[in-house]
């Protein structure tokens, strides 16, 4: 704990450019203005920033800085309440502006048909069900255009181990969908 004269003397010479000092005084102030600024903001991240803010300004302004009482605290608890409603007021307008974006829900687009919208979802879905290095297989071959000793390499696999795998995943694909569909699967030559 330092006294009034400790702190005046250590401010002087953090005024004249003395980091040590000046981390001194950080030491000393750090947990109390982060205490405070915790009751004014939503979270500890959002605390830390205002308490860097905080002491950021004290050394850009420490010509400037009033010492109160033989303390820069009274003034880094005066910042830290402004740049907490300075961050307040910030996340407030950054949150209305995400909400003002569209949603996906809201990007339909308008040449899809429901049924093709529905046909998308499902086949989504199942590729999900595949398992991550499944669908990346899949989606590396199919989607991607890879070969499949290319997207073999890319998920760690043998190219033999990748084209079983691609094979049984296609399979699985083709059975879920085909379970989906209340229409029978026709073969190439069957008429409906």
Avoid: Y
């Avoid at 702190?7 to 005024?15: K, P, S, V």
């Avoid at 605290?73 to 996340?91: D, F, I, Q, S, V």
């Avoid at 696999?157 to 079983?164: K, Q, Y």
């Amino acid at each position: 704990m330092t006294t009034a004269s400790d702190e005046t003397a250590q401010w002087a010479r953090a005024r004249s450019g003395d980091g040590r000092a000046f981390a001194a005084l950080f030491d000393a102030h750090r947990d109390r203005v982060f205490r405070h600024v915790l009751r004014l903001v939503p979270g500890a991240h959002d605390a830390e920033d205002v308490v860097a803010g905080v002491f950021l300004e004290l050394w850009r302004r420490r010509d400037g800085v009033p010492v109160v009482d033989g303390s820069v605290l009274p003034w880094c608890l005066a910042t830290a309440t402004n740049l907490a409603r300075n961050t307040g007021r910030g996340l407030r307008r950054h949150r209305a502006a995400i909400d003002r974006l569209p949603r996906d829900r809201d990007l339909v687009d308008a040449a899809e048909t429901a049924e093709q919208r529905i046909a998308r979802d499902e086949l989504l879905h199942a590729v999900r069900a595949l398992g991550e290095q499944d669908a990346a297989l899949l989606t590396l071959v199919a989607l991607e255009g890879c070969s499949p000793a290319e997207a073999a390499q890319v998920v760690g696999l043998s190219p033999g181990a990748a084209r079983v795998r691609l094979h049984r995943a296609r399979k699985r694909l083709r059975t879920r969908l085909t379970d989906l569909d209340p229409l029978p699967v026709l073969q190439e030559g069957d008429a409906r």
